[in-house]
DNA sequence: CGGTTATATAACATATACGTTATATAACCG
DNA sequence: CGGTTATATAACGTATATGTTATATAACCG
């Protein structure tokens, strides 16, 4: 799972998360997702370059503008991998009250 | 919510997930941990600091040694965050398939 | 107590991430 | 065509991540 990779990394950026808030919204420019941000033009063209690059969002070319917005691929394998955690956490919790169920008579 | 980066952060490394693949089997040592990898102990230690820093993991002592499992409250974070992006991916899906529904009777 | 086992930390090298400014590309518009 | 607008890329500095080896701590065991 190379690209889960790409796709946690991306997500672990604060700026990266926000551009995907906004992309949550609707369809943005570069220039649109500069603007909110105390960030330079090329600095927001690179997150988005690595937002692209872990799947996370798609473009298109509309004249001189390239606008964004969000891909559905890699939410899903995230949300596939963290299955596995969430059903492990499930299991163990099972188990523990089950421990704890077998301790409550014994008081 | 500045706890996301560090848990994404942490997944973002294939050992760190690797190891959590592990724990979602059950508890583990730290030796039981460095085992299956070709790293070192140390840096298998730091990983599982990293792990716990983001709340994915907690640990206990017992005598020497310190069992790892996983921790539920991190991934509970994850996909509460992840949820406004499925969210909005199924909107714009719909979205979608409300023009796709809209050209069909043009053509 | 002294040696062994389990884990953590320090010190270090190297790679990657993220920001900046300067510049390139490429479409648009008068 | 020439200027403007939208975006990408290059070059660079600095911080952080990840691994290593060497060493510290601390519990266990004979």
Known sequence: MAN??????ALADPTRRAIL???????????ELVEPFEL????????LKVLEGAGLIVRR??????????APTAVA????????????????YDRLDGVLAAMKPEK
């Open 61 to 70: 070319a509309e004249g001189t503008k390239r606008p964004c917005r969000l």
């Open 4 to 9: 889960l990779d790409a796709a946690f990394s």
């Open 40 to 47: 330079t033009q090329p600095a927001i063209s690179r997150h």
């Open 77 to 92: 394998e995230i949300d596939q991998w963290l299955g596995m955690l969430r059903r492990a956490l499930e299991t163990n």
């Open 21 to 31: 808030a906004r992309l949550a919204l609707g369809e943005a420019t570069v220039m």
